[in-house]
């Protein structure tokens, strides 16, 4: 976390600044990301709420995308990032939402994904789809990159 809050303060500052909100859809970083953001004092202002969204199921029951949604689509891919992130974002009327979805390791997913790999999209007045690598199978490391990425790149979707 120590690498995460200066980034999270920077976004808590220009989005209460702004009078904006977020909502956050993590699968790999497993809650990071919402507790960066969280962890900045006055959070109520611009943290709507979010969701671990680790599996089909959970993406059925916390986001509704149905299979049907899905179809052509798969996890830890560009397309599938932005959906989740437009998805977050209307279902908690906020004015951004960040995703992230990927495989942390130490192995690879099952669509043949390396370890180390993810997806981040950011939906709102500006948006963004990246997809980042670390090149590592060390979980708990992709972990925290991942999250910084996210972070990072939401950074840059914001008006300073």
Known sequence: MERLTPIAAEIAARL?????????????????????????????????????????????????????????????????????ARTVRERHRA?????????????????????GHTCIAVSGPSERVLTFRTGSSDRQANMQAFAGKALETLLQALPS
């Open 95 to 115: 004015i951004w939402g960040l995703s992230e979805t990927g495989a942390t390791g130490p192995t690879g997913n099952r669509y043949g994904d390396p370890a």
């Open 16 to 84: 209460k600044e702004r009078r904006e909100t977020i909502a956050v859809a993590e699968s790999s970083t497993g809650g990071l990301i919402a507790a960066a953001l969280l962890s900045i004092p006055g959070a109520s202002a611009y943290f709507l709420g979010g969701a671990v969204v680790y599996t089909a199921r959970a993406r059925r029951a916390l986001l509704a995308i149905d299979d049907a949604a899905m179809s052509g689509l798969r996890s830890a891919s560009e397309p599938y990032a932005a959906l989740v």
